[in-house]
């Protein structure tokens, strides 16, 4: 990524990039609740960064002002996207999370009902045998990369079971979902490249399922129908390729970010290991504290929030991480409590584009964290200075040099 130059102030020039920023954001955020809850910067192509949680429900709301159209947080100019062939070819949308009223509804009612909780349920078994055979791949030795022999797998291989993609396949899937999201956010051209290689081969898919059917969601999402009218191909391709892109880095954060915290906080990690009846609430107080997703809109007409002006052509983003620290809303905001009886958090987002994977990314959540918990109750990080974090659109960590008594 390019260098840029140190912020001075982050109410008028804040940097989502920034490696401190990344590693800890919340005193930024803590100092921009307090002087400034509508910050703003010109780096990254501009964009406006409300802190409070009131004003992620009300930006929300503000349909159609602020389009989802191009919900990622850096701000690219059109001319920038769209050139590859490719994506000319097989679109450049990802229904529903692109995607405005009318479209956005009719989409989202194709994808809602394969991510039930008791359609999820269906894949708990597969994800629970790939938890105890990636633990395996690494017990006897007394450590590992938590983040990448364990927690990245688990929300590729499943995501990859549950599409119906070849699984031998995973790690170059977690390439292209890096490339789009970590790499890409700040290089159009890389993110063009992952965007077309991802589509391409969800084309090829789409044609072979077409031929034969098969027990999976892209055969059957290629029998829907959208508005009374069968499902276009370029919106089953777009769709696949949200749920790769959308379940990937999300869920390895969320996972990655709770086996951090544990590794770090010797108590908690000791009270979750003795009270397993802890997990349920454990695990939305890590999705509240370590909330993984940014997300952005594209203000489409003038409109106001908190003193002040969007205009149109203007990024808006939706700061869901900064609002689940607001003391407004949560008692101890800055403090993890594993058994929090009131966490009305918004990792998930809130309104009518939340989360449609919720579901599924907890139900990985937790075969992750209690198979862990089970199989390796005591571990620590080993080397603190060798822990990296992916930050931006996706925040969460991506090495985790862990040992434990073997
Ligand atoms: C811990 C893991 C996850 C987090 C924190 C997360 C977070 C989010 C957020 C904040 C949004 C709202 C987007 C917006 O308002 O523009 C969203 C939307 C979405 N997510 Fe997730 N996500 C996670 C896992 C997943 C998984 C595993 C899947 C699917 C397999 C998934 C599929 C989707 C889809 C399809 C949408 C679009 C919904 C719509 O636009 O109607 N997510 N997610």
């Known amino acids: 990524m390019t260098e840029t130059p140190p912020v001075d102030d982050w109410a008028?020039?804040?940097?989502?990039?920034?490696?401190?920023?990344?590693?800890?954001?919340?005193?930024?955020?803590d100092d921009l609740r307090e002087r400034c809850p509508v910050a703003h910067t010109e780096r990254w192509g501009g964009s406006w960064m409300p802190i409070r949680y009131e004003d992620m429900q009300a930006l929300v709301r503000m349909v159609p002002q602020?389009?989802?159209r191009d919900p990622l947080v850096v701000n690219t100019p059109r001319e920038e996207q769209d050139f590859d062939p490719v994506i000319?070819?097989?679109?450049?949308s990802a229904p529903p999370i692109s995607s405005d009223p009318p479209n956005h509804i009719p989409e989202r009612r194709v994808i809602l009902p394969m991510f039930t909780p008791k359609a999820v349920e269906q894949y708990r078994p597969y994800t629970e045998q790939l938890c105890h055979d990636l633990i395996d791949g690494f017990i006897a030795k007394g450590s590992c990369d938590a983040a990448l022999d364990y927690a990245v797998h688990i929300p590729a291989k499943t995501i990859a079971h549950v599409i119906g993609v070849d699984l031998n396949r995973t790690d170059e899937f977690v390439g292209w979902v890096r490339g789009l999201l970590e790499e890409g956010t700040t290089d159009a051209a890389k993110r063009n490249k992952y965007r077309s290689i991802i589509r391409k081969f969800f084309a090829e898919l789409v044609v072979a399922r077409k031929a034969e059917?098969?027990?999976?969601l892209i055969s059957h999402m290629l029998t829907q129908e959208i508005n009374g009218q069968p499902i276009a191909r370029n919106t089953v391709i777009g769709m696949c390729n949200l749920l790769l892109v959308a379940g990937i880095d999300t869920t390895w954060s969320s996972i990655g970010s709770a086996l951090w915290h544990f590794s770090t906080h010797t108590d908690d990690r000791r009270?979750?290991?003795s009270e397993p009846e802890l997990f349920p609430s454990a695990i939305e107080e890590m999705l509240r504290f370590y909330s993984p997703?940014?997300?952005?809109?594209?203000?489409?007409e003038e409109t106001q929030l908190g003193g002040v002006t969007f205009m149109p052509g203007e990024k808006v983003l939706l700061n869901f991480p900064a609002a689940n620290r607001d003391p407004e809303i949560f008692e101890d905001a800055d403090k993890v409590v594993l058994d929090r009886a009131k966490n009305r958090h918004i990792a998930f987002g809130i309104g009518s584009h939340r989360c449609a994977g919720s579901n599924l990314a907890r139900m990985e959540m937790d075969a992750a964290l209690r198979i862990w918990f089970e199989r390796i109750p005591e571990f620590e990080l080993s080397d603190p200075e060798a822990v990296t974090w992916a930050g931006g659109q996706v925040r969460g960590p991506r090495h985790l040099p862990f040992t434990f008594p073997v």
Request: net charge negative; no cysteine; proline share 7%.
């Open 12 to 29: 008028t020039d804040y940097d989502l990039f920034d490696a401190d920023y990344i590693k800890d954001p919340v005193p930024v955020w």
């Open 66 to 68: 602020l389009s989802s």
């Open 88 to 92: 000319s070819e097989y679109g450049n």
């Open 213 to 216: 059917p098969k027990d999976d």
């Open 271 to 273: 009270r979750l290991a």
């Open 293 to 300: 997703v940014m997300m952005a809109r594209r203000v489409t």
